[in-house]
């Protein structure tokens, strides 16, 4: 079946090592939609966080998951979010005692269509809200704006693989945990996936999935490379999504979106 979308990832897949959008990767997505081609990202980027780089804003044509998930978002309809999913209340208790336990774990949470806060503030942490590129408000878990669509926690992988093990049986029922990168260990709603939101947006445009490409680096991507008639890993993807994929690509850094477009769009 012809291809008509192409979904990818934002960072580590998409955007090269230093959070930069290539020359490449741009040129190769605008040829695509001025041939009628289909495009968007799914990320675990809020909107504005998106939104950096307005060179890219015009060749989005459909809506975006934004929060590994969490939210379906129309930017170009005025950022209306048209699906939308948040963590239980009692996920806070649970935050608070992670903080408690692991005082060395930097975590964030994100509410509403943009909003970002700070619980601890580490060097993870400030580099998260260097590629954001906007500031996160120091809160506590007491005051942070509530509900949250999904907090993420920073630290050295061997560490967060240790919360993570702390976690998983705190959360049936309330949500769970993945991998968006090696140093990011997130909770999310239960069901929520960027594949799950994936879906909605076909449903929405009448789009079957034989006909998109997805492609990513992360686990967080696998539920999107499955749902797709071809899913692609780039080539510095983890091990697990390779396994997972149709297909490995080349790596962000040698233009791996634009290697997709040029394998099945052309």
Request: one cysteine or more; charged letters at 25%; proline letters at 7%.
């Amino acid at each position: 079946m012809k291809k008509r979308l192409l979904v990818s990832d934002m960072d580590h897949t998409l955007l090269d090592e230093n959070s930069r959008l290539s020359e490449a990767n741009l040129t190769a997505i605008r040829r695509h939609v001025a041939r009628g081609g289909l495009f968007t990202v799914a990320t675990g980027r809020a909107p504005a966080a998106i939104r950096v780089f307005p060179e890219l804003l015009p060749c989005i044509n459909l809506p975006v998951v934004t929060g590994n998930g969490g939210q379906v978002v129309d930017l170009a309809g005025g950022d209306r979010v048209l699906r939308g999913w948040v963590l239980p209340r009692e996920v806070r208790a649970i935050l608070a005692a992670a903080l408690d336990r692991f005082p060395e774990m930097g975590a964030v949470a994100y509410h509403g269509l943009d909003g970002f806060c700070s619980f601890r503030v580490t060097p993870e942490v400030e580099g998260l809200i260097a590629k954001e590129k906007r500031p996160a408000l120091p809160v506590t878990v007491e005051t942070a704006p509530s509900p949250w669509n999904k907090t993420l926690m920073t630290g050295p992988h061997e560490a967060l693989l240790e919360v993570k093990a702390w976690l998983d049986p705190q959360l049936p029922g309330l949500g769970r945990t993945v991998f968006s990168e090696d140093t990011y260990l997130e909770i999310l709603p239960l069901g929520v996936s960027k594949g799950a939101a994936l879906s909605v947006i076909l449903e929405l445009e009448g789009i079957d999935p034989q006909e998109v490409v997805a492609v990513g680096d992360a686990p967080n991507d696998r539920e999107m490379l499955e749902l797709a008639g071809i899913g692609a890993a780039v080539a510095n993807a983890a091990p697990e999504l390779k396994k997972a994929a149709d297909i490995v690509v080349c790596s962000n850094e040698e233009g791996a979106v634009r290697d997709c477009l040029e394998r099945w769009f052309l």
